[in-house]
């Protein structure tokens, strides 16, 4: 059977055991309590007040195993086995019950109960509740066989029985069928939702993310970046950003192609994204331009991580290059205090950038405005 009809089950039991203990102690207190003059009588009382006091008993272990049961996250083989031995037990035992009242009346009153508690209760196959179902008929049937004198009581008797039987296999077939039709449906829409958040999950990265690299696309970082500031300005807090920008990457795409191209600018999104804290963010701007943005970071420190990635990114090891990759970085920074837009910060750190370009690429400069001039 399915985990989750066994566990449901199990969630059951570990509850209707404790309301059969009830009634079971009910049956106990009035039974044991009731005398009569007839010896018969007397001794099917004390025997249905017994009957009750060991399903008691059962009934106790089951619901403390079926709690236990039901909280492990993997089910063992006696949590499996539980609610159809169960069902065993008390059919059996209603099928006692029921012999011992023959002594005092015709009913089978505690068969029928059982056999519709038990098709209520628990979620069963289908084809298990009828070979269960159908044993404990025959069974009954039999053993009425044995008790009843009167032809016309044993026939109503069976008749009786097979009624309840079918009854019973009737209900717990409609119960097992809404179970199956709930589940499935379950099972549908949690698929759905898993591949609605899988799409949705790849739509942010489409949005959010190049493609190729998988760093920040240039419009998300542009609004981490405006937020990133709007931050600094509010704490007064110094904050930085690093232009970077390959050096004769045309050149490389034209000898080696654009696949090696390609590997160079994922090689350099790595150096960059392995070589910064979790709260700095790293964006591809476009072609071979790359950007970082440091929270928290003054221009000095801004200076020393961009020469120190300048340097790594010449240890990046692209084989069919033959030489290193290099780039030049332009560094600009603000302080809390200064009122100044995105735009303009970035444009100073372009500046950079095309000044160390100038000057012969493979280096790092800082904005001029920033306040620690060219290094
Ligand atoms: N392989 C590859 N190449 C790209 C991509 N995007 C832009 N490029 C190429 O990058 C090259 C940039 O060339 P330029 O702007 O002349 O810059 P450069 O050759 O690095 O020269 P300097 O920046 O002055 O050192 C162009 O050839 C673009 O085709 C990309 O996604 N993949």
Redesign the pocket.
């Known amino acids: 059977m399915q985990d989750s009809a066994v566990r449901r089950n199990l969630q059951v039991l570990s509850l209707a055991a404790w309301v059969l203990v009830a009634l079971n102690a009910v049956h106990i207190a009035v039974f044991g309590l009731l005398t009569f003059d007839e010896p018969v009588r007397d001794g099917w009382a004390r025997q249905i007040a017994t009957a009750h006091g060991a399903m008691a008993v059962v009934m106790a272990l089951t619901g403390w195993l079926a709690r236990r049961l039901h909280a492990r996250p993997v089910l063992p083989i006696v949590g499996r086995i539980l609610p159809l031995a169960v069902s065993a037990v008390v059919l059996a035992w209603a099928i006692v019950l029921t012999v011992m009242d023959q002594a005092v009346s015709s009913s089978v009153n505690p068969y029928v109960n059982a056999a519709v508690g038990v098709a209520i209760v628990l979620l069963l196959r289908p084809s298990t509740m009828v070979g269960l179902m159908g044993m404990a008929w025959v069974a009954l049937a039999w053993v009425l066989g044995g008790t009843t004198d009167d032809p016309a009581v044993l026939a109503t008797n069976r008749m009786n029985a097979a009624s309840a039987t079918a009854l019973a296999i009737l209900v717990s077939i409609l119960f097992w069928r809404h179970y199956a039709r709930t589940e499935l449906l379950q099972r549908a829409l949690a698929e759905s939702n898993r591949q609605l958040e899988a799409q949705r999950a790849e739509l942010e990265a489409l949005a959010t993310r190049d493609p190729?690299t998988g760093l920040l696309n240039r419009r998300e970082f542009v609004r981490q970046a405006e937020h990133e500031l709007a931050r600094a300005r509010r704490l007064g807090a110094p904050l930085s950003l690093i232009m970077l920008?390959?050096?004769?990457?045309?050149?490389?795409?034209?000898r080696h192609g654009?696949?090696?191209?390609?590997e160079?600018?994922r090689q350099t999104a790595r150096h960059m994204a392995g070589s910064t804290r979790q709260t700095d963010r790293v964006a591809r701007f476009?072609?071979?331009e790359f950007v970082l943005l440091l929270p928290d970071t003054s221009a000095e420190q801004a200076w020393h991580l961009a020469d120190k990635l300048r340097e790594g990114l010449a240890r990046v090891c692209i084989p069919t290059l033959g030489v290193p990759v290099t780039a030049?970085l332009g560094v600009a920074s603000v302080l809390g205090t200064e009122s100044v837009t995105l735009e303009a910060v970035l444009h100073r750190a372009d500046q950079a950038m095309y000044e160390a370009?100038r000057s012969g690429?493979n280096r790092t400069v800082v904005a001029a405005d920033a306040g620690t001039g060219a290094a």
């Open positions: 190729l920008d390959l050096d004769h990457f045309k050149t490389i795409n034209d654009h696949a090696v191209g390609d160079v600018l476009g072609g071979e030049s370009k690429r």
